[in-house]
């Protein structure tokens, strides 16, 4: 995936971020830009949320969220829990750090994550999932 450089940022409001991601230990080097072509809830996506790998192209992506933007969808056929993103980025300049170990404060993140919860620790066993 290719990001484009050009275009006009939005406003962003961290909210939660600086207590989101409690201890960043490892992140995918260099990062990687997200496909978000098919995610149409909100043009910003918050520090916390669970990114996903698509495996048939190697693309990573948001996780998805329900119409009202308050929980995750069901993980998409083909694709595998990859990170929790670390900052906050735009839809028009989705730029990622991915994070594959450390701390997450779930009561923070942005999305209601306690029906995939279960799964994103198995599929990411080195992340701790703990609320202060």
Do not use: C, W
Not at 47 to 68: D, L, R, Y
């Amino acid at each position: 995936m290719y990001t484009n450089l050009t275009n006009t940022g939005s406003q962003i409001l961290t909210g939660n971020e600086s207590i989101v991601i409690k201890k960043n230990l490892e992140t995918i080097e260099g990062g990687r830009s997200l496909d978000v072509t098919s995610y149409t809830q909100a043009e910003v996506i918050q520090a916390g949320h669970v990114i996903i790998q698509e495996t048939s192209t190697g693309n990573f992506k948001p996780m998805p969220v329900n119409t009202g933007a308050t929980a995750y969808q069901a993980l998409p056929t083909g694709h595998v829990y990859a990170g929790i993103l670390v900052a906050t980025v735009t839809t028009k300049r989705p730029m990622a750090a991915i994070m594959v170990r450390g701390t997450v404060n779930p009561s923070a993140t942005p999305m209601d994550i306690a029906t995939i919860l279960t799964a994103v620790k198995a599929a990411l066993p080195l992340i701790l999932f703990r609320a202060d």
